[in-house]
């Protein structure tokens, strides 16, 4: 891979039809002659609100860094779980199917996602065979899966059941800090019940022993940052969910690197960089 940045073009694709309406995604593609290793990128926005447009200073790192980038718009609010990680699914194999045309790695293909985005990319990447989010055939029938070979998580909301009980508990105690805001209401919108929260939960996957795929993965953490970094509530795990997720996910079989950044900067080369190196090792 050149050590200049690399030019690049962009374009829109519609990879999926429901009744409503097709979901989108915008493909940064690196100026190469050679079939380029694919990051494909989830928004945040407590699973409501957000779209495609929100991942791009991330993305246009990574496609100068000579990766091809698929922002993903899919089905979240009200529409509920687990029609987000359906479309994901689907995004993934769509793209593998295609890789040809689009002069991508269909063997070499990571996961990126913000927050709730965060949350989703590591659920996806758990679950790449879940009878569940496999429900839309892959196109042509192509012999791909939605397998990726690395995760990085940018803040992400691992348990949505314990940041629903700690946010419940603070919007309660008569003086809630300003992050609580609607994010229960959230919660509730999109998930529907706290079984929801904890089924598609990949902290309690691990603690239930369930068996998934476990790819090389990091979280970026901001700090201070109550929203992502607090203890559990309701549980009596005596660290962060940071810390309890990367200890559950090692004693599983995995490799997660957990990076502490100042939250005042996330939005920045401070993310940006470490999600670029960590795509670049184990992708290129």
Not at 4 to 21: C, K, M, N, R
Request: charged share 20%; net charge negative.
């Amino acid at each position: 891979m050149s050590s200049q940045p690399f030019d690049y073009t962009v374009a829109d694709f519609d990879y999926i039809e429901h009744a409503d309406g097709p979901q989108r995604l915008r493909l940064f593609m690196p100026v190469t002659a050679e079939p380029v290793p694919l990051v494909v990128d989830l928004h945040g926005g407590a699973w409501c609100n957000g779209d495609l447009k929100d991942c791009e200073p991330r993305d246009l790192t990574l496609v100068r860094a000579g990766f091809a980038v698929a922002a993903l718009n899919f089905r979240h609010a009200g529409q509920g779980y687990p029609t987000s990680l359906i479309d994901i699914n689907y995004a993934i194999r769509w793209l593998k199917a295609h890789a040809a045309r689009l002069n991508l790695r269909a063997d070499k293909v990571g996961l990126s996602g913000q927050s709730s985005g965060g949350h989703l990319a590591m659920l996806a990447a758990m679950r790449p065979d879940d009878a569940r989010y496999t429900a839309f055939p892959t196109p042509g029938d192509a012999a791909v899966d939605a397998s990726v070979q690395a995760v990085v998580m940018q803040w992400p909301v691992i348990n949505p059941l314990s940041r629903y009980h700690n946010a419940v508990r603070l919007r309660d105690s008569g003086s809630p800090p300003a992050w609580v805001s609607d994010i229960p209401d959230r919660h509730d919108l999109y998930w529907k019940t706290t079984a929801a929260m904890a089924e598609g939960n990949p902290m309690l996957i691990l603690e239930r022993e369930e068996k998934v795929s476990l790819p090389p993965a990091l979280w970026i953490q901001g700090q201070p940052d109550p929203q992502h970094d607090y203890r559990d509530p309701e549980g009596d795990c005596v660290v962060n969910e940071p810390e309890r997720f990367a200890r559950n996910y090692r004693n599983a079989g995995g490799t997660l690197e957990l990076l502490y950044i100042d939250n005042a900067t996330r939005a920045s080369a401070t993310s940006y960089d470490p999600t670029t190196a960590f795509f670049r090792r184990h992708l290129m």
